[in-house]
């Protein structure tokens, strides 16, 4: 005989959303305001939010996991979810609908029942039109890191760099040349931030002393540049 849960005291409701797997608990917080009170309730714990933004701008919202981590030996639940206008994707294996819901209202939704106050890192992995960098700014306003990979060419690299870059709070890393002699190197290194790190392993950052006398980012990391000696001397 089925059981309405929300009929249950409220001692045996909270134990019921403890237990509820996870891609259950978050389809029952879409169905009124109540439940996704209760679901907030729950106090439930995923892993630091890891948005990866693609070239389809689905932004992929999931838990960011290191290569040698051990996935049964979590403390808290991992989800991977992709996040289209009114619907998102549990897993690769099912999903919710919610025709009023954009990308936006999906990851606001996420944040607040899980009780997340800012996205731990966004990644810019694959091309993507320019002209979704507003969108990424509208759907995160704030974030604690931000990767651009190494798939960038150098024009978008840069306008993603000085579009995002002031979105996150503690660390940048760009794995694309900006330095190119088309652009200015003055732009990126005038930057207001607190921790950028600068990697092109294919091509070496060409710098002159002038350029980084100029730096205003407290911690940089350049870890593959071409400084000349006469310009060390």
């Given at each position: 005989m089925p059981i309405r849960i929300l009929a249950l005291p409220a001692k045996d409701l909270q134990h019921t959303l403890k237990c509820m797997d996870i891609g259950d608990l978050i389809a029952f917080s879409l169905c009124s305001i109540r439940t996704k009170n209760l679901a907030k309730s729950s106090n439930r714990k995923i892993e630091p939010i890891f948005v990866e933004v693609c070239f389809h701008l689905t932004s992929k919202e999931y838990e960011e996991i290191g290569e040698e981590v051990d996935l049964f030996a979590r403390d808290h639940d991992y989800i991977f979810l992709i996040v289209f206008d009114y619907v998102t994707v549990f897993d690769n294996r099912s999903g919710w609908q919610k025709w009023e819901f954009t990308r936006s209202d999906w990851i606001a939704h996420f944040m607040s029942i899980f009780n997340e106050s800012i996205v731990h890192k966004l990644e810019v992995s694959d091309y993507c039109p320019q002209s979704h960098l507003d969108d990424i700014k509208h759907l995160i306003p704030k974030l604690r890191k931000l990767r651009i990979s190494h798939l960038q060419g150098t024009e978008f690299a840069k306008k993603a760099f000085?579009?995002?870059?002031?979105?996150?709070?503690?660390?940048?890393?760009?794995?694309?040349?900006?330095?190119?002699?088309?652009?200015k190197t003055s732009d990126v290194l005038t930057s207001n931030l607190n921790s950028v790190s600068f990697?092109?392993?294919?091509?070496?950052?060409?710098?002159?002393?002038?350029?980084l006398l100029v730096v205003n980012i407290i911690n940089l990391t350049i870890k593959n540049a071409n400084i000349t000696d006469n310009e060390l001397n």
């Open positions: 000085l579009k995002l870059s002031p979105l996150a709070i503690e660390q940048v890393e760009i794995h694309t040349n900006v330095f190119s002699n088309k652009y990697n092109d392993w294919k091509k070496p950052l060409k710098l002159e002393i002038d350029e």
